[in-house]
């Protein structure tokens, strides 16, 4: 059974950052695309991030493009997502999802809140 | 930037009815490029269908995918009970790839 489960989601001051994680874990991880998506009442879904199987190629919205870094370990079959300069816009829930164009698979999200 | 268009937002039907859904694009896209999710709440999106007809593993047939150009269609033959969620269509040909508003299935 595919497993991706999210940590790392908090409150924080804008400006500030946050890491997220994501182990996963019933597939071969470093054989697949991964992604951030995020999601709010208000934009809905919003596409955020992808990484490369081997880490060699990244592609940002440009809402994130520049704050957002997206990066992975498949030594330890882990997705991270380094985020800076967080704005009250970047509220959201925050999942992983395995692919690269559409997602097979989900995890459950992890909530971040930008506010002082 | 593909911009998708999903009607209607809302649609009340019953136990047993079919349900049709639409997502409309901005311009004209390949169907290889168009996926649909179920998300109910609470949950996380799942994937139904991917390549516009692809139905992805465990959906039942019950659920269909059409459409090329700029019209996409997601069938559900009889809804079920479990059928009563929120459903988005997906562009994912190109970059950034771009998600529908969502069109909600009610029960009537």
């Known amino acids: 059974e595919v497993q991706l489960v999210e940590s790392g989601g908090g409150l924080v001051q804008p400006g500030g950052s946050l890491r997220l994680s994501c182990v996963a874990s019933g597939f071969t991880f470093s054989t697949y695309w991964m992604s951030w998506v995020r999601q709010t009442p208000g934009k809905g879904l919003e596409w955020v991030a992808n990484i490369k199987e081997d880490g060699s190629e990244k592609y940002y919205a440009e809402s994130v493009k520049g704050r957002f870094t997206i990066s992975r370990d498949n030594a330890k079959d882990a997705l991270y997502l380094q985020m800076n300069s967080l704005r009250a816009e970047d509220t959201a829930v925050f999942y992983c999802?395995?692919?690269?164009?559409?997602?097979?698979?989900w995890g459950q999200g992890t909530l971040v809140t930008v506010s002082s | 930037e593909i911009v998708l268009t999903q009607s209607p937002g809302t649609l009340s039907l019953s136990p047993g009815e079919r349900a049709t859904l639409s997502c409309r694009a901005s311009q004209s896209v390949s169907s290889s490029f168009l996926a649909w999710y179920q998300q109910k709440p609470g949950q996380a999106p799942r994937l139904l269908i991917y390549g516009a007809s692809s139905r992805a593993s465990g959906i039942p047939d019950r659920v269909s995918g059409s459409g090329s150009g700029t019209d996409f269609t997601l069938t559900i033959s009889r809804l079920e009970p479990e059928d009563f969620a929120v459903y988005y269509c997906q562009f994912y040909g190109g970059i950034p790839k771009t998600f529908g508003q969502g069109t909600k299935v009610e029960i009537k």
């Open positions: 999802a395995r692919g690269g164009s559409w997602y097979f698979d």
